[in-house]
């Protein structure tokens, strides 16, 4: 199948599930919720949900400025034929509502009984739905994952995210290049089109050719290693900033951010397939990569000592856990755990064979539990901050 007709299945699939959203609404106005009809309109939404749920970790739903968005995909045809409802769930506050793997029929039934009474009085419905969140584990509703304010429309917020992503996929090829045919050292050319790299991303970071706020609050569904690498030495910069690290430091974290998973390229990677789980030698190699990667840096001639240190240390964890195992705990570099953070960032707002992308909320929330284990809590802490200043910046 075309990719092109792939994206009017997925388009069409997307306008459907929007309208049973709303005629299992209508039904539940209209008739008792076990009357014959509801259960129909209502399973009907359920199996549409379900169906896309087995797939992918969650599906969201972003409804402002009076249109109607799935996932990314706009579907302009329905703002003239739900404006009432968009304008009354904008009136709740409720711009985006996301649906996790693990929803029930019954959660699902639930929803929409809270939900129904507050399309017709929606004062004070964001704490009605607070109220309601622990009955609600797979549902979560409210405001945008960022504040693009009420004069920015769709079609403004999309141009800023494909040019965004125009600027990464224009230069990624570079970083290819740095990894292209990798046998043993990176070759002095390879190492001053690395570095060359690492400025332009910071440049485009400091124009805003390449928003920071995108690369936080955008979930990333692309797998591509490169583009990975790009945004890891773009994060990573941003928080030695934060630091108030020099400037030659903050460059050389960002060289190491983009070069930390090089082990990884030494050998083709064997994505698990749906049926088929990852093989030990996958597992091995993984393992293995920051042991590989720092031996190619090390043996790299002219290439900063901080960079073969962010690749052997970006797994190990801030209580002695991780990989490479350790025969006792080691002090970690501050480079090396900056780039953890980042890393683990970005591998978790990023689509995977072996893992979907989850919301920023789930990646945080994780990221919170593991703070003093995985992490430095004084640096997660400053991570967490960083991503909250940037919801306050412009587009």
């Known amino acids: 199948m075309s990719a092109q007709r792939k994206n009017e299945k997925l388009h069409a699939f997307y306008r459907d599930l929007c309208v049973s959203f709303v005629a299992s609404l209508r039904a539940l106005s209209l008739y008792p919720e076990d009357h014959p009809e509801t259960r129909k309109k209502v399973d009907n939404l359920f199996n549409r949900l379900s169906k896309y749920l087995d797939q992918r970790s969650s599906l969201t739903l972003f ?10 995909t706009p579907l302009p045809e329905l703002s003239s034929t739900l404006a009432q409802l968009i304008n009354r769930l904008e009136a709740m506050k409720l711009q985006r509502l996301l649906f996790q793997r693990g929803l029930t029929s019954k959660e699902l039934g639930l929803f929409l009984q809270v939900l129904l009474p507050l399309l017709k009085n929606p004062s004070g419905a964001d704490l009605v739905l607070a109220k309601n969140q622990d009955r609600l584990p797979h549902i979560l509703p409210g405001t945008l994952a960022f504040e693009t304010g009420p004069q920015l429309s769709y079609e403004e917020v999309s141009g800023v995210l494909q040019a965004a992503r125009q600027s990464v996929l224009s230069f990624s090829d570079q970083v290819k290049d740095v990894f292209a045919d990798l046998e043993g050292p990176l070759s002095e050319n390879k190492v001053s089109l690395a570095k060359e790299t690492t400025e332009t991303i910071q440049r485009r970071v400091a124009t805003g050719e390449i928003p920071l706020k995108i690369l936080i609050y955008r979930r990333n569904t692309d797998p591509d290693p490169y583009i990975h690498a790009i945004n890891v030495s773009a994060l990573s910069m941003a928080l030695a900033k934060r630091l108030d690290l020099e400037e030659t430091v903050i460059q050389e974290v960002g060289l190491g ?3 930390h998973d090089i082990g990884l390229q030494l050998t083709p990677p064997v994505p698990p397939t749906k049926s088929q789980a990852v093989t030990l030698d996958e597992k091995k190699r993984r393992w293995e990569h920051p042991i590989r990667g720092a031996e190619i840096l090390l043996a790299t001639p002219g290439m900063p000592d901080l960079i073969p240190m962010i690749a052997y240390e970006h797994h190990l964890h801030y209580d002695g856990g991780g990989y490479p195992k350790q025969e006792r705990q080691r002090q970690l570099n501050l480079a090396a755990m900056i780039t953890c953070i980042t890393n683990s960032y970005d591998n978790l ?30 640096l997660h802490k400053q991570f967490r901050a960083l991503v909250k200043a940037q919801a306050q910046e412009e587009l």
């Open 63 to 72: 409804f402002f400025n009076g249109e109607m968005v799935v996932e990314n």
């Open 257 to 259: 951010g983009l070069l």
């Open 349 to 378: 707002r990023r689509n995977r064979p072996e893992q979907g992308a989850v919301s920023l909320t789930n990646a945080l929330n994780w990221m919170d539990r593991q703070a003093g284990k995985y992490f430095h809590p004084l």
